[in-house]
């Protein structure tokens, strides 16, 4: 809000650096998920899914906002 009450809309390419990290650190859990021992191949694909989900909500949310 500013600061004479009126709302002011959010520029989207201002949250474009939290998006980019977003991703980085997807691309960082799915790193870790492949250095974990394959005995826990349960733990491996569950920090795979993690890591890969927050891929795609940032790829999805960079290409929104273009």
């Not at 520029?11 to 991703?23: D, H, K, R």
């Amino acid at each position: 809000m500013s600061l004479n009450g009126e709302v002011c809309a959010m520029n989207p390419l201002l949250a474009l650096p939290g998006y980019i990290t977003l991703l980085i650190a997807g691309l960082i859990i799915v790193g870790v998920g492949f250095l974990i021992d394959e005995s826990e191949i349960v733990l491996r694909f569950i920090i795979g899914f993690i890591g890969l989900g927050l891929i795609a909500v940032a790829i999805l949310a960079i290409v929104v906002v273009r």
